[in-house]
């Protein structure tokens, strides 16, 4: 009997009874989510003079030695498009959690949402994040997946620009952590 109440401590003291709702806990589905490998792992396009790429600037990354930087100003159309996207699967179990991280550096004048980021799952708008955000800041975001389990989905980082002044998306700490 000792040793049966020395396991259930010991297993207690491990976490291993315990709910844990750390970001860290579980596994990572997505590929190169800070973007420390440049895009790989993203499927990119760029329209209009749009630019999605990696920055290694201090003013662009929250974490790492990278971030994505998505921005544009269009030459002679009336916008710049550009998008990094992922296909991920979902497991059929657990729970799964999507968190990212956006900043935003723009010259457009404050107050302004004359350029924009779109985040979608599976072409469903579920984030819109325009200029009139507050800049200069990384801001969190989170979603939890549990409509998506069983699935493989898209996941896409979009951004408009408008034919004004620049705006860049600093897009890092991209992660889909599933939790059986």
């Known amino acids: 009997m000792k040793k049966l109440g020395l396991l259930i401590t010991l297993a207690l003291s491990l976490g291993a009874c315990t709910?844990?709702?750390?970001p860290d806990v579980g596994q990572e589905l997505i590929e190169n989510g800070g973007f420390?490998?440049?895009?790989?792992?993203?499927?990119?396009f760029d329209e209009n003079q749009g630019i999605a790429t990696t920055s290694n600037q201090s003013t662009c990354i929250k974490s790492g030695q990278a971030s994505?930087?998505?921005?544009?100003?269009?030459?002679?159309a009336n916008y710049a498009?550009?998008?990094?996207?992922?296909?991920?699967?979902?497991p059929a179990t657990g729970t799964a959690t999507l968190r990212y991280a956006v900043r935003i550096n723009s010259l457009e004048p404050s107050g302004s949402d004359g350029d924009k980021l779109g985040v979608y799952i599976d072409g469903s708008l579920t984030e819109n994040i325009k200029?009139?955000?507050p800049?200069?800041?990384?801001?969190?975001?989170?979603?939890?997946l549990s409509d998506e389990r069983g699935k493989d989905i898209t996941l896409k980082f979009e951004v408009f620009n408008n034919k004004t002044l620049?705006?860049?998306f600093c897009l890092d700490d991209v992660s889909i952590r599933w939790v059986p």
Do not use: H, M
């Not at 498009?81 to 979902?90: E, H, N, S």
């Open 81 to 90: 498009r550009a998008f990094l996207q992922q296909v991920i699967r979902i």
């Open 19 to 22: 709910s844990n709702t750390n």
């Open 68 to 76: 994505a930087a998505l921005s544009g100003v269009p030459d002679t």
């Open 166 to 168: 620049n705006t860049t």
């Open 131 to 133: 200029t009139s955000k």
């Open 135 to 144: 800049r200069n800041v990384y801001d969190s975001y989170s979603r939890n």
């Open 36 to 44: 420390e490998s440049n895009v790989q792992g993203w499927e990119k």
